[in-house]
């Protein structure tokens, strides 16, 4: 099974700022696309932001202009900046990776998920 990290989730006033992480700690040298999605309690699981192997990033309209996705090649981490959070941005956040290239063992790397990590917004 192929281990996906997610991290930096918490509990955090309206209007505060989180940090998530996503790595793949044993696939360092592959390239993937990195998807966040969310699950809001009672919710299905919905699509939060992107960001391609290139560098190419999209987000849901939803989080457009307060959160950011970006990736540390040298660290092998891929970061969601998540700014003026908001009650309803309240609920699991998973890493999915997808569309590998490399070693043929970078394949394991198609639909991957973390466990999730819990972000909780008070108002």
């Known amino acids: 099974r192929v281990e996906v990290v997610e991290s930096g989730g918490g509990s955090v006033e309206a209007g505060g700022s989180l940090r998530l992480s996503c790595e793949v700690p044993?696939?360092?040298?592959?390239?993937?696309?990195t998807y966040w999605y969310r699950q809001p309690p009672g919710k299905e699981r919905e699509f939060v932001s992107t960001i391609d192997s290139d560098g190419s990033a999209a987000y849901a309209d939803s989080v457009k202009g307060r959160f950011t996705i970006s990736q540390d090649a040298a660290k092998h981490t891929v970061y969601l900046q998540m700014n003026n959070l908001q009650p309803e941005d309240t609920a699991m956040y998973y890493c999915?990776?997808?569309?590998?290239?490399?070693?043929?063992?970078?394949?394991?790397?198609?639909?991957?998920w973390g466990q999730g990590t819990q972000v909780t917004v008070s108002s």
């Open positions: 999915k990776t997808d569309r590998p290239q490399g070693d043929r063992r970078c394949g394991v790397l198609y639909g991957a």
């Open positions: 044993e696939y360092t040298e592959c390239r993937f696309d």
